[in-house]
């Protein structure tokens, strides 16, 4: 698993790499309480390169979903449709935002509520 770490406009963008499954969801953790750690409000996960995610990768997801849940928001992009599958059967859909591409991703979470 690949982590790449960008910002645009005040949005702090995780691009994964590869599978997010029980080998590889630590180094996921780690990348993600890295930026977390560091004040992060806007928060967008891009999984366009992620062909698989298992339980694991989902409980990482759901952990950074939660660490914003009072102060900021996520929002997912990109996702494949397997991986989609997987987020809509598991209710992520309900949790936070699941967008076809990183701009109408970058759009919601730039636009307060």
């Known amino acids: ?54 339980s694991a990768g989902l409980r990482v997801i759901l952990k950074a979903a939660k660490a914003l849940y009072d102060t900021g928001r996520l929002a997912l992009a990109r996702p494949q449709e397997g991986v989609r599958e997987v987020l809509e059967m598991t209710g992520f859909g309900e949790i936070m935002p699941i967008h076809d591409s990183v701009e109408e991703a970058l759009a919601e979470l730039q636009n307060p509520h």
């Open 1 to 54: 698993m690949q982590v790449h770490v960008s910002q645009q406009n005040g949005v702090f963008i995780i691009a994964l790499l590869g599978r997010l499954d029980a080998m590889t969801a630590s180094d996921c953790e780690k990348a993600l309480d890295e930026v977390l750690g560091g004040g992060v409000t806007l928060l967008l996960l891009d999984l366009e390169a992620v062909e698989y995610v298992s």
